[in-house]
C-alpha cells in the first residue's frame, strides 16, 4: 500500500513535467489519502458546523472513511447541497454568499484539493500569490516593492463576482486538458452542480466555483491560470523591450557645463547648475525603445505596473477586458479597475497604498538621488480610521461593554491579538510607526475604560493596578500585565504593549520544497491504534470533537467528568472513543470508569 506522500509526490512529478494525468480516480479509494486529509482539515473551525445535514467531525472514524470509498468505487456517491449563509464584507455594508457543505463532503473535497494542488501547484505562474501554499499577500507585496522600480502607471484590476461567475464549461476544458480521466471529471462536474440551499429551498448552481468549499480556492487558481499565461506569454512581451533608459540629453548637458566650471575654478556657478540638474531626471523618460510591464495577481485582485506613455496603458487595460470577457467569460469591474499615475496617484492593492517615491530633496550619503523611482507601501489613512471606529464613539475611545463580563486576562489578551494582527499586516508599510501609533492610543484607551467600567474604577486607578515595564527585544516598553499563579507550572501572562511599530520588508518566508517523513496527524495515529482512550474497547473506534477547550470548564462546580479531564490535560480537541461511550459522553453520562470487556463494547457484570 502506497503512503500519501508517494502518491502526492507521483502526481507532483507529473505536474512538474507537464504529463497529462490519467487513472487518477483510483486515487480516491486510498485509505491515506483520507486520514491526510482528515488530519489537515479538523482543526478547522467549520468542522463543527453542520451543512444541510448534521453530520459533522464529531463521530468520525475509519468506517465512515471506508463507507465514502466503498460508494466512489460503485460510483455511487452524491454531493449534498451546501447550505447557504451570509456574513459581512470587510469594511463594507454588503453581504458575501458562503456555502456549508457537509463534514463528509469536506472530506473527500480535501482529498480532491490535495490531488490538484500537487499536479497544479509547479504549473502555476510566480505571479500568482493567492490561496497558495508558502504563499500570501506579503510575498506579493514583498514582489512589488523589490522589483516595480521605475514604474510610471499602476493598473488595479478586480473581476467582477469572479467566484460567482466561472463557466462550469470553460473550467471542465481547462481541467480536461490535464486530466484525463472522464470518471474523476465526472466528480467535479457534479459538485459544482450540486446546488445549494437557502432558507432550505434548493437553488441549482449553474456558474460559478462553490464558496466556502474546500477545493473553491484550488479550482479558481486553475481558471485564473488561464488569464495569468495570456499576461506573460502575450502582453509583457509584447511591451517589454530595452535594456535601460538612454540619458536625458539636458540633464547631460548641465553636468558637462557643470564639469567645466568646476575645473576652470567657477565654484559658485558649478554649485548652482548641478542644484538646477538636480530637479531633472537622469534619464529619458519618454524614451520609445524602452517599455516594461510587471504583473502581480492575489485570487481575483490583480495589479499591473508598466512603464510607458498613458496611451499605451488605456490598451492594455482594453486587453484584459476583451481577454477576460472573451476567452474567461468574466467581466472586469469597472469601479475597481482603474488607471493611475504612479508618483501622483496611489494604487489601491491588499489594504496598502502603493505608489512610487519622487522627492528630489532627499539624497544618500554621495549626493545622489537614491530614493526617486522606488516603491512606496503605504498604510493608508482611512484604513486606520475605520479601524479605530470599532473602539470609538462621537469621536472619543470607548469601552467595550460586550467584554466587561470576560476576565482581565482574556480582556488584555484579546485587545493585544487585535493590535498584533493589525501591526503585523501591516509591516511593510514606512508609515506604520506614525498611523499605527495613534491607533495604539485609541486602543489603549478603549482597554483602560473597558477595565476600568468592569471594577468601577478611575482609568489612572487602571494603570496602577496593572501597570508594568514589559521586556521586549527593544529594551524595557512601559504596559499593562495580567498574571494567572498556576500550582506547580509557569504562571499565565496576558500583555498589552511592547509590540514595536518598526518597518519591516526583508523577506523571511522560505519556500523550498522540505521533505515530510510521516504525514500522518497524531490525531491519525490515535485512530488507527482502534482503542478507546476511555474504555478500552478495540471495536466501533469513533473520535469525539468539542469546538474549544473552553468548553471544558463546565458550569457547574462538581467534580467534572473523567473524559474531560483526560482531555483538558492533554490540551487536546479530540477524544478517541468507543460508540458506546461516546454516546455516554453526548448524553452526559461518561465519568470515563466503566469497565467493559475489551473487543465487546459490553459492561462487565
Excluded at 505536474?15 to 485509505?31: A, T
Excluded at 478500552?536 to 477547550?549: E, K, M, Q, S
Aim: aromatic share 10%.
Amino acid at each position: 500500500m502506497r503512503t500519501a506522500e508517494t502518491i502526492l509526490h507521483v502526481i507532483r512529478d507529473r505536474g512538474r513535467r507537464r504529463l497529462p494525468l490519467e487513472r487518477v480516480y483510483r486515487l480516491l479509494f486510498s485509505r491515506e489519502l483520507f486520514l491526510l486529509a482528515y488530519g489537515r482539515i479538523y482543526r478547522n473551525a467549520g468542522a463543527m458546523t453542520p451543512g444541510s445535514t448534521p453530520e459533522t467531525a464529531d463521530g468520525m472514524s475509519l468506517r465512515k472513511i471506508d463507507t465514502i470509498i466503498t460508494q466512489l468505487r460503485a460510483e455511487r456517491y452524491r454531493w449534498t447541497p451546501v447550505r447557504r449563509t451570509y456574513i459581512p464584507k470587510k469594511r463594507s455594508t454588503k453581504l458575501r454568499p458562503l456555502g456549508l457543505p457537509s463534514w463528509s463532503d469536506k472530506l473527500l473535497q480535501e482529498v480532491i484539493r490535495l490531488i490538484l494542488e500537487a499536479y497544479f501547484e509547479p504549473q502555476f505562474s510566480s505571479a500568482s500569490h493567492g490561496f497558495r501554499p508558502g504563499r500570501g499577500c506579503h510575498t506579493a507585496l514583498r514582489e512589488i516593492y523589490h522589483s516595480w522600480t521605475g514604474t510610471a502607471w499602476f493598473i488595479e484590476g478586480d473581476i467582477q463576482a469572479c467566484f460567482d461567475s466561472l463557466d462550469h464549461s470553460v473550467l471542465d476544458a481547462m481541467l480536461a486538458e490535464h486530466i484525463h480521466d472522464n470518471r474523476f471529471l465526472r466528480l467535479l462536474r457534479e459538485l459544482l452542480r450540486a446546488g445549494y440551499l437557502e432558507a432550505w429551498t434548493y437553488h441549482r448552481t449553474l456558474s460559478g466555483a462553490p464558496q466556502g468549499s474546500i477545493v473553491g480556492p484550488i479550482l479558481s487558481n486553475i481558471y485564473l491560470s488561464r488569464f495569468d499565461q495570456f499576461v506573460e506569454t502575450q502582453l509583457i512581451p509584447q511591451y517589454t523591450r530595452g535594456t535601460r533608459r538612454r540619458p536625458n540629453p539636458a540633464y547631460e548637458r548641465i553636468s558637462h557645463r557643470a564639469g567645466y566650471l568646476a575645473r576652470t575654478g567657477r565654484m559658485a556657478e558649478a554649485k548652482a547648475l548641478r542644484k538646477q540638474r538636480r530637479g531633472m531626471p537622469s534619464i529619458d523618460p519618454y524614451d520609445p525603445a524602452y517599455r516594461r510591464l510587471r504583473y502581480i495577481r492575489y485570487a481575483d485582485d490583480f495589479l499591473l505596473g508598466f512603464c510607458g506613455p498613458r496611451e499605451e496603458a488605456e490598451y492594455i487595460k482594453q486587453q484584459l477586458r476583451q481577454f477576460l470577457h472573451e476567452t474567461l467569460k468574466l467581466k472586469l469591474s469597472e469601479p475597481k479597475t482603474l488607471l493611475t499615475h504612479a508618483r501622483t496617484t496611489p494604487a489601491r492593492f491588499l489594504g496598502y497604498a502603493i505608489h512610487v517615491i519622487q522627492d528630489d530633496q532627499l539624497c544618500d550619503a554621495t549626493g545622489r538621488r537614491a530614493t526617486n523611482g522606488t516603491i512606496g507601501l503605504k498604510l493608508p489613512v482611512d484604513v486606520v480610521q475605520a479601524a479605530c471606529q470599532r473602539y470609538m464613539r462621537h469621536g472619543k475611545p470607548i469601552q467595550r461593554t460586550q467584554n466587561i463580563f470576560d476576565s482581565d486576562f482574556s480582556i488584555i489578551a484579546q485587545y493585544q491579538q487585535e493590535f498584533r494582527g493589525f501591526v503585523e499586516y501591516y509591516r511593510l508599510a514606512y508609515n506604520l510607526a506614525a498611523q499605527g501609533t495613534w491607533f495604539k492610543h485609541v486602543m489603549e484607551q478603549s482597554l483602560t475604560k473597558t477595565l476600568a467600567a468592569k471594577y468601577r474604577i478611575s482609568v489612572p486607578a487602571v494603570y496602577r493596578r496593572y501597570g508594568a515595564m514589559l521586556e521586549t527585544p527593544q529594551g524595557p516598553r512601559k504596559g499593562l500585565q495580567v498574571s494567572i499563579p498556576r500550582d506547580e507550572k509557569p504562571p499565565l501572562v496576558a500583555q498589552w504593549g511592547g509590540i514595536s511599530l518598526a518597518r519591516c520588508v526583508e523577506a523571511v518566508h522560505d519556500d523550498r520544497p522540505k521533505p515530510v517523513w510521516n504525514a500522518r496527524t497524531e490525531l491519525s495515529t490515535r485512530l488507527l491504534a482502534q482503542r478507546c482512550e476511555l474504555c478500552g474497547a478495540t471495536d466501533n473506534i469513533v473520535v469525539h470533537h468539542i469546538r474549544h477547550l473552553k468548553d471544558l470548564k463546565g458550569k457547574g462546580r462538581g467534580p467534572r467528568p473523567a473524559w474531560v479531564e483526560k482531555m483538558a490535560a492533554r490540551r487536546r480537541k479530540t477524544l478517541v472513543v468507543c460508540e458506546t461511550c461516546h454516546h455516554a459522553i453526548h448524553a452526559g453520562q461518561a465519568d470515563g470508569n466503566q469497565a467493559r470487556t475489551p473487543n465487546t463494547g459490553e459492561p462487565d457484570a
